[in-house]
């Protein structure tokens, strides 16, 4: 069964940092989100990207965020310099786009990010 | 900011026992509610979406019923097994571009 794939699952980094976390989407789908979930609290929202571009962001997703679909098969995740407060776990998930509020979002395991 | 609340937090449960759990989300706008079974180290999973009201769906021994008017669905789990004890977690779309969670419900299936 095809499913989302997400790379590094774990990931340590100095605060002020670069990171790029990496997923693949199921092939045929056409809609791709990042959420995150600090420990403790609630998964949230962070980004839709569809025809290559941005549908919707959250106010989390500021200047120091951003995506990008580089090839056919990957959509990463940048954060720029990173903050202690961006240590979560970050999950890609994707969707074919069948229909709106109904669509199913598949998600991958996610990548924990610890920034020291 | 949406609303979407799940209740209790946590629960336990023995082996072969049953057990219901709920989300709350805005009443009005409704499009569609999202249920999702979470296992540590694993992708949430998807359960269930639920449109209509009084609409019941079933997935082995999970089930789920919604009530649009009220905002609530329940989700149930018919003679527990240890392989149920995740996270279950609800999520209301505000539109189609994203979803909002709950906060979901650890269930602890004691063999």
């Known amino acids: 069964e095809p499913e989302v794939t997400q790379t590094p699952s774990h990931q340590v980094t100095q605060m002020g940092q670069e990171v790029i976390l990496r997923c693949v989407p199921i092939?045929?789908?056409?809609?791709f989100y990042w959420y995150r979930q600090i420990l403790g609290q609630k998964v949230e929202f962070l980004v839709s990207?569809?025809?290559?571009?941005?549908s919707e962001k959250s106010e989390i997703f500021d200047d120091q965020f951003s995506v990008e679909r580089p090839d056919g098969s990957n959509f990463t995740l940048k954060i720029r310099s990173t903050k202690l407060e961006d240590s979560a776990m970050y999950f890609c998930a994707s969707s074919w786009g069948g229909g709106p509020f109904t669509d199913t979002q598949y998600f991958g395991p996610g990548t924990r990010l610890t920034v020291l | 900011i949406l609303n979407v609340e799940q209740s209790p937090q946590s629960l336990h449960v023995q082996e072969g026992d049953s057990t219901n759990f709920t989300c709350s989300f805005p009443s009005s706008n409704f499009y569609a509610l999202h249920w999702y079974r979470w296992e540590t180290a694993k992708s949430p999973e998807a359960l269930f979406v639920m449109t209509l009201n009084g609409d019941e769906k079933k997935k082995g021994r999970i089930s789920a019923t919604l009530n649009t008017k009220e905002g609530y669905s329940y989700l149930y789990i018919k003679g527990s097994q240890p392989e149920d004890s995740a996270t279950y977690l609800c999520a209301f779309p505000p539109n189609d571009y994203k979803l909002s969670f709950g906060a979901g419900t650890t269930v602890t299936v004691r063999a």
């Open positions: 092939s045929n789908h056409l809609y």
């Open positions: 990207f569809y025809n290559n571009e941005i």
